[in-house]
């Protein structure tokens, strides 16, 4: 019963983090999502991408998954890459960013719940994604 | 974006109620995953089995047990990882590599589906991310090391 009761405890101080983290993102989430300003981030954001070997048409889908995640986003990524008939090329350079980098809010916060450091997992990722996605852009290029 | 834009009250409720939706279908199996292992924790099994993948961890940093969390995050997702490394008392440095690692590589079964579905090679980037995730953790634990010389 010693061993029960801690492990009980715990689990349910673990749920309770998780239910604190989650509940205020998807809202503040689902609140700002329509803004314009968003829109026009994705205005500012067009060199970067054109760098990564990827265009406006792409923007959609990478925004998507970059915050919601592959799974989560994945009906609006679907979507979007077949009515824009992305070529080969760009789903896969597309595929490269999500796979190393998406759902990063989520992801970061909830090892941050564990003591990890959020800003090293979070930096990583995004340079590594655009670093990777750059390189392969060129690379696939020739 | 032909969709039609609602107002910030309902707005707020729905983001709300999915948020609670997601949370508690999370919840139902972080909560007995927990469990699970606090209560191992305290047999030998835990010990003897991450024995096993002790060296491939130590390349990481990282101690053996914390396989089952690689495991469960290359399988399930994110939240059974985190549900078996909480017990597991890992300095915030082993979180930190665990989170950047997992981050980049986890739920490939379903994410590779998807990532596959919109047209692109879901295998080859699975590989990738599997790839990419192991020299990154590889790489910070180099300079971590390095770092603590």
């Known amino acids: 019963m010693d061993v029960l009761i801690p492990a009980i405890l715990g689990s349910l101080m673990l749920a309770g983090k998780l239910l604190l983290i989650i509940v205020p993102l998807v809202t503040i989430f689902e609140v700002l999502r329509h803004l314009t300003v968003f829109q ?24 998507t998954g970059i915050f919601l995640g592959i799974a989560y986003g994945a009906g609006i990524i679907i979507r979007v890459a077949r009515e824009k008939r992305l070529p080969g090329r760009h789903l896969f350079l597309m595929g490269l960013f999500l796979a190393t980098c998406h759902a ?13 450091n959020g800003w090293i997992m979070l930096g990583v990722r995004i340079l590594l994604a655009v670093g990777l996605t750059s390189l392969m852009a060129r690379v696939l290029r020739n | 974006m032909s969709e039609p834009v609602p107002d910030i009250p309902t707005r707020l409720r729905t983001g709300f109620f999915s948020g609670l939706q997601t949370a508690l279908k999370l919840c139902k199996f972080v909560v007995p995953i927990y469990i699970a292992v606090d209560l ?36 399930l997702n994110l939240y059974a990882a985190i549900a078996i490394m909480a017990p597991l008392d890992l300095t915030p440095w082993q979180v930190t590599q665990c989170g950047l690692m997992m981050g980049i590589a986890h739920n490939l079964l379903i994410e590779g589906g ?36």
């Open chain 1, 40 to 63: 026009r981030a994705g205005r500012a954001i067009d060199p970067l991408m054109r760098g990564m070997g990827l265009t406006r048409d792409a923007a959609v889908p990478l925004f």
């Open chain 2, 114 to 149: 998807v990532l596959g579905s919109t047209g692109a090679r879901g295998g080859l980037l699975t590989l990738c991310r599997l790839v990419i995730a192991g020299g990154v953790g590889f790489l910070l634990e180099l300079l971590h090391r390095l770092w603590s010389l």
């Open chain 2, 40 to 75: 191992l924790k305290t047999t030998a099994v835990v010990d003897r089995l991450g024995a096993l993948f002790a060296p491939a961890m130590r390349l990481f940093g990282l101690p053996g047990e914390a396989a089952f969390a690689f495991i469960a995050a290359f399988l």
């Open chain 1, 104 to 116: 990063v809010v989520e992801d970061t916060l909830i090892f941050v719940v564990l003591g990890g």
